[in-house]
């Protein structure tokens, strides 16, 4: 069965030290991934993506992402966190084989900086 | 200004009165999408449209409809809703179909079935 996992519920890291939420995927094909950020009250927030190419993509915000194609793995950086960055985050993938409407979520993280 | 526009935001009903919510984007976008969030299970798609007239379920399509008649409009149809349809709803488009396009998401809609 295809899936995602973010295998932490919940992130806490200090202000200005580097950040790292993790994301593992199993899909068919070679997959699309993304990072969406979720703030209270309000619907994604689009991040960054990998489709094709270099393994470190950067995307809004200072954040970044590292694809490891042989650990099935896209997790997200930051090397110097802000209080601002607390928020609800969502690793997702979409397939690419087959059926291409579907995306698939992981269940989320909560990152939590602290002053 | 570029943006998914979700109608109700928040509604409270009752269990099996039809209720729907309205999905509308101004960015000409072919692909839209319908997602329901719940605690700890992140977003689960309900419903996707790759363009006019052209639908197929997600993860969890059981007791939706949705309908795609224009290109800026998706609503989601909940023609007799259950408690266990209560939840965070969430409409998306993106543009073109081959899946590499970000998705723009609406503000979301919470319902609660009583």
């Known amino acids: 069965a295809q899936s995602v996992a973010q295998p932490e519920d919940q992130v806490n890291v200090a202000e200005g030290n580097p950040l790292t939420v993790k994301c593992t995927y199993s899909?068919?094909?070679?997959?699309?991934l993304f990072w969406y950020v979720q703030y209270p009250n309000r619907g994604l927030q689009f991040l960054l993506k990998?489709?094709?190419?270099?393994?470190l993509v950067k995307g809004s915000y200072g954040f970044e992402a590292e694809f490891n194609k042989s650990q099935t793995s896209f997790h997200l950086k930051k090397p110097s966190a802000l209080v601002s960055d607390s928020a609800l985050y969502f690793c997702?993938?979409?397939?690419?084989?087959?059926?291409?409407?579907?995306?698939?979520f992981g269940q989320g993280t909560t990152l939590q900086v602290k002053p | 200004e570029a943006q998914v526009t979700q109608n109700p935001r928040y509604l409270i009903t009752v269990t099996g009165k039809k209720l729907t919510v309205t999905c509308s984007q101004n960015?000409?976008?072919?692909?839209m999408s319908w997602y329901r969030q719940d605690p700890g299970l992140g977003l689960r798609q309900i419903y996707y449209?790759?363009?006019?007239?052209?639908?197929d379920k997600g993860d969890v399509p059981e007791g939706y409809k949705v309908s795609r008649k224009e290109k800026r409009n998706f609503p989601l149809i909940l023609e007799s809703p259950s408690p266990n349809q209560t939840s965070l709803y969430f409409c998306a488009s993106s543009q073109g179909t081959g899946g590499n396009q970000p998705q723009h998401f609406g503000d979301g809609t919470r319902l609660s079935i009583l």
């Open positions: 990998y489709i094709t190419g270099d393994n």
């Open positions: 899909v068919s094909g070679n997959p699309y």
């Open positions: 960015m000409n976008h072919e692909y």
């Open positions: 997702a993938v979409r397939v690419t084989r087959g059926n291409t409407g579907k995306l698939i």
């Open positions: 449209s790759m363009n006019v007239e052209v639908t």
